[in-house]
């Protein structure tokens, strides 16, 4: 620690040329903007590096328990300013660094974007790793470390093209490569049984899994955790035989398969191959992540009977739910336990997180290949499958159909091992994410093993850091709020509340419109440079950024952009409100309907921008490659925040509670956490429409006709008839022929039914946008009651009811 007091302005600026020199190999003349970035972060690290040692070590002493988060996803972002913050030192290093001319904001702007996850739930996984930090518990991230991660996202005439991310392109100072941790990992093969009744798999195919770690530093300094992410090596990384017979790609050909283990996030799975490929990312990624766990705790603790004392794990969705099975062989076949006993000490061991009721979303595994891959795994969910059962015909909770429902294997059809039943058998607790996503599960998808296990479900509702979402990057607010609250809530995010009393302030309120305004300039500026659009910083910036999904309804705010754009037209006369509409998002690459939906929004755009008949009244502009770093600039900057999917689909949601943070009312649905934000922030500071979650059940049980509603409103009626007849579309008339096709159909998400709901909304948010005293009384009453959304209270409920640690 005395490293980082005792650094003065010189002694830091004195370690970034020393690192510069000795480890880039430039001076501070020759020196690129990447070399100052990586010369930085060395510097930095060195400080990171003591107090990680300092962590490690008292964790050790204290024979603490250790909590493991397993996740496909870390969508981390940059870590340099997240790293400076928590260590308190940005002005000492922008000092330093200003001393040879360069600007910290210039080099913080060019670190790339570590985009190891898709949406909310590798975001989630990144919030978390900063809070277990910040609360001071030992904690270990798992995941993979993808050498392309998320595909880039380029926008080609309206179209989405995806390009490998290239995020390890200058290296990437901030890892640690631990070659020394490293574990084969088996696939296919055979099971062998000795006459002693011990069992052996002899896997067919083995990989190198080795460990690189990132060290996630929490605020304040106070604790530095581990993100350990694995890379794959060949066994033998080159067949020489063949190769100096003269087929060289044949002899590199285990290379290859290595390393496409970890070359993407979520393979295309359209295909046999890409199925198998998620399949072997996921065992493998589990695989190395439970052999880590035992082998740290026989070093430390030495008895495997512990484990559940030493040891929580997490499982973020089921990704990992593998690792249930994986846990059960080691302890069995590795160290000799009888089945009942693995079978309690693993369920002590795993909470289960659940992300989604989307059938779509819940993984389940073709039986022939689960079992050609992992042989002695599908044998061992047989035996945990047949106590699942037994447990449950004793119980006499269950007939029939409820036991085939919460069977590990799906009997109809095609045989499928149901990775949500592995997970939830294999749990003590699991959980959803907001209060009504997690009512939902014990009504829905998990139904039948509530009434089995009805202590099991609990819910904890998510939370953003706000470290990231607050402090940096939004300094201007953060000091607005210091001036006036003093610091405590920097500690405590509930502390905001205080903020309350400023509402009615017209001087105070004032001052957070500057604040808004001046982010709102910062955001046109960049998206002047770097799409050449030109934005009005006055007009309200009414945002949507999210990955692209039906069930999130982008496909509702466009047709309300092109009612919206009728209806300036029709008359011009009115008092409209001056909006932008701000969309980005990624699509899955194989999900037709959202890429679609990416096209007519870029179409729309082009339409609405040269029309010069709606005047500055509205711009469209679609953000392309929404990523960490973007939402970073764009909330900030927004007015409204568009939360608006189909009540019930949306499990939590995060976005919506950045947007809170940062003064942003919200325009949603009764879904997710919206419904918590608005007990707390109040009816009179959030804009709610359209069905409730049982409303919109009702309706799909009882039939819903989305034609009478279509045409039942002229507004409507006009918006989509427009789309579907090509006025967007001039070069291709037909293109949203069935988009829109498809709302008159069956119209599964309720755009249709929740229009004219949303419609009036909008139009009430330009009423109260007409009054910006009242606007921005309800923008600090938001920021003022949000801070309860902070991951630092998630955490700690995980903590104490999941984990048992705090
Ligand atoms: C917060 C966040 C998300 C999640 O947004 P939702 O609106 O909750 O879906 C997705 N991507 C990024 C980059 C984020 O920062």
Redesign the pocket.
Known sequence: MATIESATEKGLQARIVDALVHRIGKDAQAALPHDWLAATIYALRDDIIERWMISSKAAHAAGAKRVYYLSLEF?IGRLLRDALSNLGVSEEVRAALAEHGVDLDEIEEIEPDAALGN??LG?LAACFMESLATLDIPAYGYGIRYVNGMFRQRIDDGWQVELPENWLAHGNPWEFERRESAYRIGFGGEVIGDIDGRIEWRPAEQVIATAVDTPIVGWRGKRVNTLRLWNAFPVDPIRLDAFNAGDHAGALAEQVRAESLVRVLYPADSTAAGQELRLRQEYFFSAASIQDILRRHMQYHGDIRTLPDKVAIQLNDTHPAVSVAELMRLLMDDHGLELPDAWTITRKTFGYTNHTLLPEALESWPLPLFERMLPRHMQIIYAINAMVLREARLSKKLDESAISAISLIDEGGERRVRMANLAFAGAHSVNGVAALHTELMKQTVFADFHRLYPERINNKTNGVTPRRWLLECNPGLTDLIREAIGDRFMDDAEELVDLAAFATDGAFAERVGAIKRANKEALANHLRVHMGIRLDPAAMFDVQI??IHEYKRQLLNLIETVALYDQIRSHPERDWMPRVKIFGGKAAPSYHNAKLIIKLANDIARRVNSDPSVGGLLKVVFVPN???SL?EKIIPAADLSEQISTAGMEAS????M?FALNGALTIGTLDGANIEIKDRVGDDNIVIFGLTADEVAEKRANGYNPREVIEGSRELQQAVSAIASGVFSPDDPGRYADLIGGLYDHDWFMVAADFESYSHAQRAVDQRWSDPSQWQASAIRNIANVGWFSSDRTIAEYAKDIWGVL
């Open positions: 969508l949406g909310g975001r999210k990955r929404y990523n960490v939402a949601g995060t976005g919506n950045k």
